[in-house]
């Protein structure tokens, strides 16, 4: 149990997606019916650097959190620009804010309706980006994902074949949060430990073996989500 608690301790707090959780804005604008993207995305990028910055016009937080009450081309034309934000901004709180805040739009709610297409977003960020950052926010925010399937899979690679020790325990851990098809994951990572490029992986994946593939404390869920913050 020490050596969960040490996981849960160093991996449920990232300090870069941590640090970039807290400087989210809250934005309480008004929804429009057909808001600007572009405006909403500048926005987005001024308040991610600078919180006191003022915008009047309907933020990516709404956006993001209430597809269902957007269209489809406004939907699609924000996490297209948080996508390229995550990839091209100079600046890191800019990129690590935009991985974050596009994967809430593929959250499960029992408040709205998620939008599909997130995890593959994901993924390309984690497949294309070569910041560190950014591919340590697209594996630790693939958290309540209702594309569940998706998200396993791309969780189980990363843990099986990632080397990096932080990446590849974070997404063993955010499989004890996918119920039965998480737990069938880590059964298969535990059964292959040789696959496991990551010594922290396996270390934990035998750790969770002892608690039936369960993570003990606070639920990690709750740590990634920007909405907690």
Request: aromatic share 6%; charged share 25%.
């Amino acid at each position: 149990m020490l050596i969960l608690k040490n996981f849960e301790r160093r991996w449920m707090s990232v300090p870069v997606l941590a640090s970039a959780l807290c400087i989210v804005p809250s934005y309480s604008f008004a929804q429009q019916q057909d808001p600007s993207v572009e405006a909403a995305l500048d926005c987005f990028e001024l308040r991610a650097v600078d919180g006191s910055q003022q915008c009047g016009v309907v933020g990516v937080r709404s956006i993001v959190t209430n597809p269902q009450d957007y269209s489809t081309e406004t939907v699609e034309g924000v996490l297209d620009g948080l996508e390229r934000l995550a990839l091209s901004s100079n600046d890191r709180r800019v990129r690590v804010d935009a991985v974050v805040w596009l994967s809430t739009a593929g959250r499960t709610s029992a408040t709205r309706t998620p939008y599909s297409g997130v995890v593959a977003r994901l993924l390309r960020l984690y497949e294309t980006s070569e910041d560190r950052a950014v591919r340590m926010a697209a594996v630790s925010s693939l958290v309540r994902q209702a594309d569940a399937a998706a998200a396993v899979s791309f969780l189980e690679t990363v843990a099986r074949e990632d080397r990096r020790d932080d990446r590849a325990a974070k997404a063993v851990q955010n499989l004890t949060g996918y119920g039965d098809q998480g737990r069938a994951a880590l059964q298969r990572l535990y059964d292959h430990q040789d696959d496991v490029k990551s010594a922290n992986a396996r270390l934990l994946l035998k750790t969770l073996e002892e608690t039936s593939f369960k993570f003990p404390g606070r639920g990690f869920q709750e740590e990634s989500d920007p909405q907690r913050r």
